[in-house]
């Protein structure tokens, strides 16, 4: 984006949308659906990506010895896709009667999803921990989430000047608990049985996506 002369810190909703940000209505009245996912890859500037990839990278130190690296690419991508969906639905059900919607982008939604994904995992009695420190760990992951989802719905209120996309947040989250209940974690487990469980769930959450994918689809006529 830079390299295309975009601003380094701040850039402007049409350069958000000109490399795939989310929007209500280019996808449900565009036939723009490739948004939901590329928007998890577009940031608002220097700042909005560093802060995203450091709880990325915090969370995703905890979350691929128990997921594998599939499974984190897997929920990364289905999280932050069920996000932008939900955040559609909002901002569609909200601003569709002054034909103005907000921008959307950026990976928080797949991290809360990653961060519900850890909150599931790290309950399971397989793991070779001590509960003591998987006490901690689970404890510091809903500390993390409760506490951004609280910011989140404070940038709501009418008058805030921060912008904040707390419905992708908490769609990304909800997935992020689905994507997990099924599964067991790859610790502590027969790896055939971590492997079919990952496709188990891998195919629900998809089928669950495409499915609300076609509800959001009528909702413009």
Same mark, same amino acid.
Request: net charge positive; hydrophobic share 55%; glycine share 10%.
């Given at each position: ?7 380094? @810190? ?14 209500? !209505?280019?996808?449900?009245?565009? =036939? ?16 909005? *990506? ?8 915090? *969370? ?10 599939? !499974? ?10 069920? !996000?932008? *969906? ?12 002054? =034909? ?5 982008? !950026? /990976? ?9 994904? @850890? ?32 910011? =989140? ?5 009418? $008058? ?7 419905? /992708? ?18 610790? $502590? ?17 998809? /089928? ?14």
């Amino acid at each position: 984006m830079v390299a295309n002369r975009v601003s380094f @810190l701040n850039p402007s909703p049409e350069d958000l949308l000109r490399f795939g940000a989310d929007n209500a !209505g280019t996808v449900l009245l565009g =036939g723009d659906w490739w948004r939901i996912v590329s928007a998890m890859f577009v940031h608002v500037g220097i700042i909005h *990506l560093a802060t995203n990839m450091w709880c990325l990278w915090n *969370l995703g130190l905890l979350a691929e010895p128990l997921m594998g690296s599939a !499974g984190v690419l897997a929920v990364y991508i289905l999280t932050g896709a069920a !996000g932008n *969906l939900l955040s559609t639905l909002y901002n569609w059900l909200k601003y569709h009667d002054l =034909g103005a919607f907000s921008v959307g982008a !950026g /990976a928080s939604g797949a991290v809360f999803g990653i961060a519900g994904a @850890l909150i599931v995992l790290l309950k399971s009695e397989r793991l070779p921990v001590p509960p003591r420190e998987l006490y901690k760990l689970r404890r510091s992951v809903i500390y993390f989430a409760a506490i951004n989802l609280m910011i =989140g719905f404070a940038t709501m209120i009418p $008058g805030s000047i921060v912008r904040i996309d707390n419905m /992708a947040h908490l769609g990304g989250f909800s997935c992020g608990l689905l994507f997990a209940a099924p599964m067991v974690p790859r610790l $502590g487990s027969p790896r055939p049985l971590f492997l079919r469980r990952l496709r188990i769930t891998v195919v629900m959450v998809v /089928a669950l996506l495409v499915l609300f994918g076609f509800y959001l689809a009528q909702l413009p006529g």
